[in-house]
């Protein structure tokens, strides 16, 4: 198989944070990026970035995949950086660049954001690395379990997702095998202007549509022949548990909390 | 006299009311641990008589019994648990991210605790020869593989009965003998009956029993052997025979005193190497 067919960014590993519980880790990352605004002298951002730095050490995970998912957002955090330092005109002038003066407080204001950036591509990617989309989905089933008794679908959603994980693979091998199909009558997918490229799509969707609804027919009485009949009275094969070292993370991350407000500017 | 598991009594059945009958007052059983293949052209009912087999349709007009019970809303998910289905498309039947995910599928459905689950995946993987394949995804499996797995999940739910609706139709021939290599094994290990949809002639040479559809009828009802014989009028209906049997009727017509109707090609050669001996 090739390596399109890997979903998401998932890197197999065995490190604590590949162990972690799944919503030990969506409950750090949903903090963390609501403390990462708070943060505003060099001991708060510094306790944030050590606590980032020392969770992607721990995983193992080779710095070239971190990158990878940084890439898309890197272009961000240097215009970000840029706009800052033109924008804003605080503190003395430092230098000046063709003609545009550089003031000290738009350098550290552009630092400042860049780093709140990086630090939040940093942590939300850490999770997608690090858990498999399985996990993610249990994860969510779980925590948003509560809003049972406001009669939400939570189980239906859950199913919804994992059976989306699981198509996408299938999907995009038809995606394939009919593109080529349509090559092979003469639909040219990859040269000519925009406008006929986007026309050259419609045959390719209408086909892979037209068989997703079949799949979808077709798999609903798979599961119904194998008796699935809603959430009610459904046990699960994945547990989730909390153990000894997703309490340890969580303390761990408490105190960095109460370090970023203690050392707040 | 063998029990019956399944039944139906003059069952009809048309997916509405102005469009033609699919079924037409169809009476047969299924014994306890009988295979039972059913054959038939396309638009025969033979599809519609499986979807009516485990409540996935139900009958116009007529009854359907499942181990002594009258086939209705309120005990259709029972019936379900003791008649189980594999479909034709592979994919389209894989719900689990997993090998091990999809089998639990079934037994999560019906609330089976997990420490049971664990233990039936294992053993219903076993049976299949898919242990190994556990933590496989399926799009990393082939379809033979896949069929393969739909097997062990309805094995996992321990049901008395399993349907295969043209469960081989979408696999290569390594494939097809594959399942029927597992379907084989795991009617000797377990009691379940086994009622087989197919196309394929050389499948029905491993049932007990044929029942052969056509026009929403049951046009023929015997073992493999005694429907073989009746080679022109299965060609009639638009079905064919199997190659050795085909091979056999050449021979009777050659004046040869072909004596049983062979099934496969050792019958075959068994007939051929004893055709002249006097004792």
Known sequence: MNSSMVIGQYVPGDSPVHRMDPRAKITIIFFFVIVVFFANSVASYGSLALFALLSVGITKIPPRFIAKGLKPVWFLIIFTFILHLVVTKEGNVLFSVLGFDVYSGALIQGVAISLRFFLLILITSLLTLTTTPIAITDAIESILHPLKKVKFPVHELALMMSISLRFIPTLMQETEKISKAQASRGVDFRTGPIKERLKAIVPLLVPLFVSAFKRAEELAMAMEARGYQGGEGRTKLRELALRKVDYAVLVLFTFVIIAVFLTRA | ?279
């Open chain 2, 1 to 279: 006299m063998e029990q019956s598991f399944l039944e139906f009594q003059n069952v009809s059945f048309q997916y509405r009311e102005d469009s033609p009958i699919v079924l037409d007052d169809v009476s047969i059983q299924v014994n306890q641990n009988e295979w039972v293949a059913v054959i038939g052209h396309n638009g025969s009912g033979k599809s519609t008589m499986a979807k009516l087999m485990n409540g996935l349709l139900s009958p116009n007009e007529g009854y359907v019994y499942v181990d002594g019970l009258l086939l209705s809303e309120e005990n259709i998910w029972e019936i379900r648990r003791k008649v189980g289905m594999v479909f034709q498309n592979p994919d389209n039947q894989f719900v689990g991210t997993t090998v091990k995910d999809d089998v639990a599928f079934g037994l999560e459905n019906h609330g089976i605790p997990r420490e049971e689950m664990v233990k039936r995946i294992a053993h219903s993987l076993k049976a299949v020869g898919m242990e190994e394949y556990e933590d496989h995804e399926p799009h990393r499996l082939s379809g033979g593989q896949k069929q393969r797995v739909a097997i062990a999940s309805v094995l996992a739910v321990a049901p008395s009965m399993v349907i295969l609706d043209e469960a081989t139709a979408m696999l290569d021939p390594k494939g097809r003998k594959e399942i029927m290599h597992t379907v084989n094994q795991v009617r000797q290990e377990r009691d379940v009956s086994v009622v087989t949809i197919t196309h394929d002639l050389n499948e029905v040479t491993l049932a007990d029993r044929v029942i052969v559809m056509n026009k929403g009828n049951v046009w023929f009802e015997g073992t493999p052997r005694e429907l073989f014989e009746q080679k022109e009028d299965l060609q009639s209906i638009g079905l064919d025979i199997p190659l050795v049997s085909k091979f056999a009727h050449e021979l009777k017509g050659l004046g040869l005193d072909v004596k049983t109707q062979p099934l496969n090609h050792e019958e075959l050669m068994d007939e051929l190497w004893t055709l002249h001996s006097t004792t």
